[in-house]
């Protein structure tokens, strides 16, 4: 601890050390001096004392299955290798049978949660996204479903069912939906989103969707996608812009920074975050977002190694063993598309934490890793 006040005192960030050892809350100043701070240790410690008081030893992972139902998209987002349009080469759709059939294989062997997300697809019908949860609901009892970004939830609300987000998010929850993921949020800033993904929803938008589902009592995750064209103040505007809709609902139960993948993109002229920028924007979000109990460390992006290191740089969380990732392998990812849960957990172990088996919402889950009782459900 002394070496760490040391380190901060040199640094001129003893103030934000005195105000986190007391509880205090960060401003945005602050949270730029952070990123600006060239101790990079000296910011990871203080994040790391903020994540354990939080949530101590714990470090935890999620055994889960992502499953992408089409990526034939509307948009033409500039950081995307993972949109097509109808007919092109690549896109795919799958059935409603045949996605709860892999929901269903997941399931059967431990699965506790479905991450499903697609793209603006301009022509299923709103009766597909509700079957779709019904019946891995039903194929699947007790697996905790997280699908859709809020961009889609608009996206079936304005265009597909017409109706109003509420109607459309009553009508999902009713099926079987669980929470909403995190993604589409990118980066907030109006220019920012302007360069990498014109004609997405707004901040204000994105915001809206979740304030609804918060509203329904239900929980979601919230995203950002750093490492691109934005600067630290963008970031940091982000995190207060997520800060202050979890100080109106407390909805958020986590949050997941990943870097940008760029080598298949339409800006694959941009350099791919550093290791040291992955951590800093952790540890920051970590001091930053005190009103958010966890902090993810996404694998997927990082790497595994990488992503151990950041559970001492503020995150607590190592996300999940995903079986087959897609978005960020189109993209480029050269990271594995799956973990096993042993791997998890020993990463997690070895990185002086105490291996925890959750779920959606983060809570501990008991029966990961044991195979179902299968008989009488399903196929
Ligand atoms: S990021 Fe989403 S909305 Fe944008 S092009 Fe890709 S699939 Fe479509």
Redesign the pocket.
């Known amino acids: 601890m002394t070496a760490l006040w040391d380190s901060c005192r040199r640094e001129g960030i003893a103030d934000i050390a005195e105000r986190l050892v007391e509880g205090g809350r960060i401003d945005d100043r602050s949270a730029l001096r952070l990123f600006a701070c060239p101790d990079l240790g000296a910011v990871g410690a203080l994040a790391d004392l903020v994540s354990r008081r939080k949530n101590g030893v714990r470090g935890s992972f999620l055994v889960n299955r992502y499953l992408n139902y089409s990526?034939i998209?509307?948009?033409?987002?500039r950081?995307?290798?993972?949109?097509r349009r109808s007919g092109q080469p690549g896109a795919f759709l799958y059935s409603v049978e045949e996605m709860a059939e892999q929901a269903f294989q997941s399931w059967r062997s431990g699965a506790v949660e479905v991450h499903c997300?697609?793209?603006?697809h301009p022509h299923l019908p709103f009766s597909y996204y509700r079957d779709l949860i019904s019946a891995i609901k039903e194929r699947c009892p007790g697996m905790m479903i997280k699908a859709f970004?809020a961009?889609?939830i608009r996206?079936l609300a304005r265009r597909i069912a017409r109706r109003s987000i509420p109607e459309v998010l009553e009508d999902l929850a009713d099926a079987g939906l669980d929470s909403l993921t995190g993604?589409?949020a990118?980066i907030f800033d109006a220019e920012v989103r302007d360069e990498i993904?014109r004609g997405?929803e707004t901040a204000e938008e994105w915001l809206e969707v979740h304030r609804i589902w918060h509203r329904m009592g239900r929980k979601s995750t919230a995203t950002m996608l750093f490492g691109h064209v934005e600067k630290p103040a963008h970031r940091v505007d982000h995190l207060r812009r997520l800060r202050g809709l979890q100080e109106e609902t407390g909805g958020f139960c986590g949050f997941v920074p990943f870097a940008f993948e760029p080598a298949n993109t339409r800006l694959s002229h941009l350099r791919r975050a550093s290791a040291t920028d992955t951590l800093r924007t952790i540890a920051v979000s970590r001091i930053y977002l005190d009103n958010v109990d966890h902090i993810t460390s996404y694998w997927i992006s990082s790497g595994l190694p990488l992503g151990q290191v950041a559970l001492s740089f503020g995150a607590d969380d190592l996300h999940g063993t995903i079986e087959e990732e897609k978005?960020f392998h189109m993209a480029g990812s050269k990271t594995p598309i799956s973990q096993t849960a042993d791997n998890l957990a020993a990463a997690i172990r070895e990185s002086g934490r105490e291996p925890v088996a959750r779920d959606s919402y983060y809570r501990v889950h008991p029966e990961v890793r044991s195979p179902r009782e299968t008989a009488g459900v399903g196929a």
């Open positions: 990526n998209c509307l948009l033409s987002c950081f995307c290798a993972f949109y997300v697609g793209g603006l970004t961009v889609e996206h993604g589409g990118e993904c997405k978005i």
